[in-house]
């Protein structure tokens, strides 16, 4: 079974900042990784699969980068809608389980 | 326009058994993986099952110990989850979501692309 670690827990930050959240796998599973977005009340939305590359309407400020075990979702310069949950998931087996949660709020 | 619909919560004893299904509608259902997601209140995003395209290959979370059982019928573009021996660690919004890659190439996004609004499943007694 792969687990997904995200770090940090949580993330103070204000508008305009540099996010940067982490994701570790706790085997390689290449770059089949994908970063969601949940807000409050709302289903999960996809922001970028196979590591890098961006979901079909996503801003360019989400970037994501990584391979193996250590991934790393950017948010370039956050604006107000973007404070929410992150979740990373990976892809390589057929149990694509999530990590446990970023949870991005406003400083 | 590209959709998920839920439904079949509801409160449910311990013990009791509900089933959820899931009405797509926008694509071609017959053509994508389908998988069902759970979140138990204040906690994260738990992956349940997931099936093929045409239902010949099924895969389950290990925590679920065979309770669970995930179906489709692709000529009514539905999508169940069978749920029987209900526990109260079961209470969550339940999902389905489409694995963004289709047709025998499985070509297009490895990841859940689209997800329906989410049906609510309550354990108590």
């Known amino acids: 079974e792969i687990v997904l670690t995200q770090s940090p827990a949580t993330l103070s930050l204000s508008p305009g900042d540099r996010a940067t959240l982490s994701c570790r796998a706790s085997?390689?599973?290449?770059?089949?990784l994908a970063w969601y977005q949940q807000k409050p009340g709302q289903a999960p939305r996809l922001l970028i699969y196979?590591?890098?590359n961006r979901a079909t309407g996503i801003p360019p400020r989400f970037s994501g980068s990584g391979s193996g075990t250590d991934f790393t979702l950017t948010i370039s310069s956050l604006e107000p809608e973007d404070f929410a949950l992150y979740y990373c998931?990976?892809?390589?087996?057929?149990?694509?389980?999530f990590g446990q949660g970023t949870r991005l709020e406003i400083k | 326009e590209v959709q998920l619909v839920e439904s079949g919560g509801g409160l449910v004893k311990p013990g009791g058994s509900l089933r959820l299904s899931c009405a797509a509608s926008g694509f071609t259902f017959s053509s994508y993986i389908m998988n069902w997601v759970r979140q138990a209140p204040g906690k994260g995003l738990e992956w349940v099952s997931s099936i093929s395209s045409s239902g010949n290959y099924i895969y389950y979370a290990d925590s679920l110990k065979g309770r669970f059982t995930i179906s489709r019928d692709n000529a009514k573009n539905s999508l169940y989850l069978q749920m029987n021996s209900l526990r109260a660690e079961d209470t969550a919004v339940y999902y389905c979501?489409?694995?963004?890659?289709?047709?025998?190439?499985?070509?297009?996004?490895?990841?859940?692309?689209?997800w329906g609004q989410g049906t609510v499943v309550t354990v108590s007694s």
């Open positions: 085997q390689s599973v290449s770059t089949y």
């Open positions: 196979d590591a890098s």
């Open positions: 979501a489409r694995d963004g890659r289709f047709g025998v190439a499985l070509v297009g996004p490895d990841a859940f692309d689209i």
């Open positions: 998931q990976q892809r390589s087996s057929n149990w694509p389980a």
